[in-house]
């Protein structure tokens, strides 16, 4: 076998500093056989996975390392995965690359896999679930190897043959269904919202949105003429765009006096429900809260805020700042109310699932799974918990047809 240029560098030792070579030059990580030195090598070997083009593969079946088909992999599909997805594979990789990436992919094996599955369960951080999806991930990639001629058939029809972890395996955990909140908890919290962010939360809850298909939103995205009562917003993507294509979701009069006030003044591109408008809100609230007169010094530090309003924050939520949001609101609601009053922890995730419950109890699950856009009903059951109230409902007034009545025994 040839030797390999394109190898990850190794961790050497110089004396009692640990280093690394790349490109020719030597990247100390400190004091050797040290966890301190360990963690920075870690890192380093990370920050050259996130910039592939530093390592092409080779040429030769046989001749790629896995730590060169990871990279290969990532350069691949970066731009054909949203940033999520495309964490989770890296996430997934780390694993791989830490204990088997100076191994040949030809020589990788389904116990090598379980293996990198045990690591993943010592770590005690993902949960049942989540370790089988990242195992198909990394089977993912050999299989993208196969397709690049770089790995064997044989070697993934091997690691398909691993089965998933089962429900109760040893060390292995499973969270706990997402549930619904209630409307009256989100009704307690709606006052310690910006008005932007309260917005959001009641669009989400009455349509049953996805958070990323609220923070989101453009202007752009919203067609107004299409029906004299209802507005339709479609997505730029979404999560099961590849199984129904575009998602146009219909906005009633609730729903349009909710986002109207939010379109006015902006062009196609901008954002519905922006971070810039919510800051505004709550600086203008406090002012009007204000018992003091301002000091000069903030009168200043609000003139040059006014001037770079973008550089404190940015023009669209994301899934941190939207759920960080409602958090805050929480926490505030929580110092000012007595005990026995104190609001729930929830996030703007479990709106969807309200929203899906509520429609399968009042209308059934059929208009839940189309409100939610779901290709079967049994997604549509992981989202709507209505179920078992029905089924309550129907044991309470349920008549034994085997018991006999007076007006039978008298016939």
């Given at each position: 076998m040839p030797k390999l240029k394109n190898r990850l560098p190794k961790m050497c030792r110089d004396r009692n500093q640990a280093y690394s070579c790349h490109n020719g030059k030597r990247h100390y990580h400190g004091v050797w056989d040290t966890p301190e030195a360990e963690r920075k090598y870690k890192r380093f070997i990370a920050a050259l996975l996130e910039n592939p083009t530093l390592l092409p593969l080779g040429n030769k079946t046989g001749d790629v390392l896995v730590s060169e088909l990871v990279a290969g992999f990532l350069t691949y599909v970066e731009s054909r995965l949203d940033k999520t997805e495309f964490s989770?594979?890296?996430?997934?990789?780390?694993?791989?690359?830490?204990?088997?990436?100076?191994?040949?992919?030809?020589?990788?094996?389904?116990?090598?896999l379980k293996v990198c599955r045990?690591?993943?369960?010592?770590?005690?951080?993902?949960?049942?679930?989540?370790?089988n999806k990242h195992i198909g991930?990394?089977?993912?990639?050999?299989?993208?190897?196969?397709?690049?001629?770089?790995?064997?058939?044989?070697?993934?029809?091997?690691?398909?043959?691993?089965?998933?972890?089962?429900?109760?395996?040893?060390?292995?955990?499973?969270?706990?269904?997402?549930?619904?909140?209630?409307d009256e908890v989100v009704k307690?919290?709606?006052?310690?919202?910006?008005?932007?962010?309260?917005?959001?939360?009641?669009?989400?809850?009455?349509?049953?949105?996805?958070?990323?298909?609220?923070?989101?939103?453009?202007?752009?995205?919203?067609?107004?003429?299409?029906?004299?009562?209802l507005w339709y917003y479609t997505p730029k993507s979404h999560k099961t765009e590849r199984f129904i294509g575009e998602k146009p979701i219909p906005l009633g009069k609730p729903e349009q006096a909710l986002i109207?006030?939010?379109?006015?003044?902006?062009?196609a591109e901008r954002s519905v429900f922006s971070p810039h408008r919510a800051v505004q809100e709550k600086r203008e609230r406090q002012r009007a809260e204000r018992r003091t007169k301002i000091s000069p010094s903030q009168e200043q530090r609000n003139r040059q805020r006014a001037k770079k309003p973008a550089s404190i924050v940015g023009e669209f939520y994301d899934k941190n700042s939207y759920r960080k949001a409602v958090e805050y609101a929480i926490r505030k609601g929580n110092q000012t109310l007595p005990d026995g009053e104190k609001i729930p922890h929830w996030t703007p995730?479990?709106?969807?699932h309200a929203a899906g419950t509520?429609?399968?109890?009042?209308?059934?699950?059929?208009?839940?799974?189309?409100?939610?856009?779901?290709?079967?009903?049994?997604?549509?059951?992981?989202?709507?918990?209505?179920?078992?109230?029905?089924?309550?409902?129907?044991?309470?007034?349920?008549?034994?047809?085997?018991?006999?009545?007076?007006?039978?025994?008298?016939?």
């Open positions: 989770h594979f890296k996430r997934a990789l780390g694993f791989i690359v830490e204990i088997y990436g100076t191994l040949a992919v030809n020589e990788f094996s389904p116990k090598k045990s690591q993943m369960v010592k770590a005690g951080t993902l949960c049942r679930p989540q370790i991930r990394i089977i993912r990639i050999f299989a993208w190897g196969v397709e690049e001629e770089h790995v064997q058939p044989s070697i993934v029809a091997a690691l398909r043959e691993v089965k998933n972890l089962q429900r109760g395996e040893q060390d292995t955990f499973d969270n706990p269904p997402r549930q619904e909140v209630p307690r919290t709606l006052p310690f919202m910006s008005l932007t962010v309260a917005a959001m939360v009641k669009l989400q809850r009455l349509t049953g949105m996805r958070p990323s298909e609220v923070y989101r939103m453009t202007v752009g995205n919203i067609n107004q003429t299409l029906d004299a009562e109207a006030p939010y379109l006015e003044g902006k062009t995730y479990q709106l969807r509520a429609t399968e109890k009042a209308l059934g699950l059929d208009k839940a799974q189309a409100l939610l856009g779901h290709k079967t009903a049994n997604m549509t059951k992981r989202y709507a918990h209505g179920q078992l109230a029905i089924a309550e409902a129907m044991a309470r007034s349920r008549v034994n047809p085997f018991e006999s009545t007076e007006d039978d025994v008298a016939k």
